[in-house]
């Protein structure tokens, strides 16, 4: 009986944390409306010219194949043997679900694992390790690329206190990460009482760390995968800015060049991630609208958080291939590779 009133209280918990975020989502669209940083008329302009919409969604295909292919490569590193084909398959359908999943966020991340699990059982740890790497290469070479645009553009960066912290912050991570992971991995190596340590006080932590010795083990013996691999993540963010890009061009706001795209962009996406609304809804705008304003260092009344939410509609439709990838696709389980 006690089991049954949690399980209907994590139910409750649950849905109204959805219907919270929802909320606030829609909050943030009308006081985006309200302020003019949303504008419908400008939405349909860039409808005007089918060819626009069309081709930035193929764009955005191209990059989410980019983002599978980024994935393929740790799971080759790891030797996880799930093809190239399946891992497209798999990113597609997470992509899928973390858009339209109530909720978001993790959504498709979670089926990633569980699809991953059953292709190949018995390399559950490592495929499931892939992903958290995936995710986690991915949002460095987000902050990585904000740093090196930060850099071409030191000279309005330096001159406004706001993209001057932005840009700091950058730095920082992007800088600070590689060596805190070394720094990490070092001591673990030197120390090995500290994992044995750490095991006796949960086997599953020992596990784990194991697991990410391994990886990092692997990850080293493949530098130039890995080295492909930023170089594929960072050429999908390229590919999402230059969408971005053409919906601004197509709504005819031209105050703002490509290079300053290029440092927008990024910390939008950041910030997209944060999980206060359903997908970022909301979020990314206004932080896409008020980026732009430090970026032309005025107040104007151009409508920037509608070039954000042309390209989350358009981004929206060319996930649905994810959809159809979800209802074909086949569960084989993949056994390990003779050695």
């Known amino acids: 009986m006690n089991d049954a009133r949690m399980q209907v209280s994590k139910f409750h918990r649950r849905w109204f944390w959805i219907g919270l975020k929802f909320a606030i989502a829609v909050i943030l669209f009308y006081l985006l409306a309200s302020q003019g940083k949303l504008d419908l008329r400008a939405f349909l302009q860039v409808f005007q010219y089918p060819f626009i919409p069309v081709l930035i969604i193929g764009i955005n295909f191209f990059a989410a194949t980019l983002t599978a292919w980024r994935w393929y490569l740790l799971l080759v590193c790891q030797k996880v043997p799930i093809s190239f084909f399946r891992a497209v398959q798999i990113t597609y359908i997470g992509i899928f679900f973390n858009i339209f999943l109530p909720g978001g966020g993790l959504g498709g991340d979670a089926l990633r694992m569980a699809y991953v699990v059953r292709a ?61 992971l070394m720094g ?6 030197r120390y090995p009482g ?5 095991a006796k006080r949960s086997s599953w932590l020992g596990r784990g760390i194991h697991a990410l010795l391994e990886a990092i083990h692997a990850y080293r ?11 594929v993540s960072m050429a999908g963010q390229v590919l999402g800015i230059v969408g971005i890009t053409l919906v601004g061009w197509s ?7 490509f290079q300053e795209y ?12 944060l999980p206060l609304t359903p997908g970022g809804m909301g979020v990314g705008e206004a932080a896409f609208d008020q980026i732009c304003q430090w970026v032309t260092k005025s107040e104007s009344d ?12 358009l981004y ?17 389980i993949i056994a390990l590779p003779k050695s």
């Open 120 to 180: 190949s059982p018995f390399c559950r740890g490592a495929g499931i390790l892939s992903i958290f790497t995936d995710r986690v290469v991915g949002l460095y070479s987000l902050f990585l690329f904000c740093f090196v645009s930060a850099l071409f553009n030191i000279t309005w960066v330096l001159n406004n206190a706001s993209l001057f912290f932005l840009a700091l912050a950058a730095a920082l991570i992007s800088l600070g990460t590689p060596l805190a």
């Open 184 to 189: 990490i991995y070092w001591v673990l190596l």
């Open 194 to 198: 500290l994992i044995h340590g750490l």
């Open 221 to 231: 013996q493949s530098g130039w995968r890995m080295l492909l691999l930023m170089l």
């Open 251 to 257: 709504m005819g706001v031209h105050i703002l060049s």
């Open 262 to 273: 290029a440092f927008v962009t990024p910390w939008t996406w950041i910030a997209n991630i």
């Open 302 to 313: 151009i409508a920037y958080g509608t070039i954000f939410f042309v390209w989350r509609v």
């Open 316 to 332: 929206m439709i060319g996930s649905l291939p994810g959809l159809v990838a979800y209802l074909f696709y086949r569960n084989d």
